[in-house]
């Protein structure tokens, strides 16, 4: 999760933000280059007290400037295609799960179990335990197996809400009335954090999203007494 004072992306725990993080890192650096090089030019024309007639009328440098943008803009094009159509690809998914956003909490069910959802709002301040973060944690955890597809059909009851974990690579709207879908692939155990990122009324703050990744056998049997306990 995020820590204070950083700067960069949380680490990726899926391989589809592993490819986010990659992009990032090569559009910024193009971005870097570019930037150099406009601000050597503006001060070598700046300090510079000859001027090249070549320069202020060279067919050649006009080619440059206009067949080099494009090249660049492909080269950002192109991996940022490729990782939009891997977003939204459904590779057979073993666990489909329905979440419903609500003023001011989330629901999940496991549409692949006959009886198996809970409303999952957020820890109060003062009835959190050492350990626990403020705003982040949730009275039921949104619980997966690690290297499954994962399939999370989104929706809202009420207002737009937008499910959101940074650290897997997720955002997608809630929308009354529309189904929205996204998956992901949870690449090693961990507790991710998440938040509500459409402002939807006064306790908009206050709708924690928590991702619970676990080993296959350990989420069988975390299920199983979910449905014994309904």
């Known amino acids: 999760m995020a ?18 993080l990659h992009f990032h890192d090569h559009a910024l650096m193009i971005v870097i280059l570019i930037s150099t090089m406009v601000l050597y030019i503006i001060a070598a024309m700046v300090t510079a007290k000859l001027t090249d007639k ?5 067919q050649e440098i006009e080619i440059i400037w206009t067949v080099l943008p494009a090249v660049i ?22 666990l489909t799960i329905k979440a419903m956003g609500h003023q001011w ?30 705003l982040l944690e949730a009275d039921h955890r949104m619980v997966i197996p690690v290297e ?7 929706s809202a009851e009420d207002v737009l809400h937008s499910w959101a974990v940074p650290s897997l690579g997720v955002k997608v709207d809630a929308v009354p009335g529309r189904l ?21 009324g006064a306790n908009h703050s206050f709708m924690p999203i928590v991702v619970e ?13 979910m449905i014994e306990d309904a």
């Open 73 to 94: 803009l492909i080269l950002i094009a192109l991996p940022s295609l490729r990782i939009l159509y891997l977003m939204d690809e459904i590779n057979d998914p073993h």
């Open 54 to 58: 070549l320069v202020l009328d060279s």
């Open 213 to 225: 990744a676990v080993p296959l056998e350990h989420f069988e049997n975390w299920s199983s007494l």
């Open 105 to 134: 909490y989330w629901s999940y069910e496991y549409t692949d179990y006959e009886d198996l959802g809970f409303d999952s709002y957020m820890i109060p301040t003062q009835d959190l335990t050492p350990g626990q973060f403020r």
């Open 148 to 154: 499954s597809p994962i399939r999370v059909l989104i």
């Open 180 to 200: 929205n879908q996204a998956t992901f692939i949870v690449s090693r155990p961990g507790v991710f954090y998440g938040q509500c990122s459409e402002i939807c």
């Open 3 to 20: 820590h204070p004072s950083q700067l960069g992306f949380q680490d990726a725990a899926s391989p589809l933000m592993e490819e986010l």
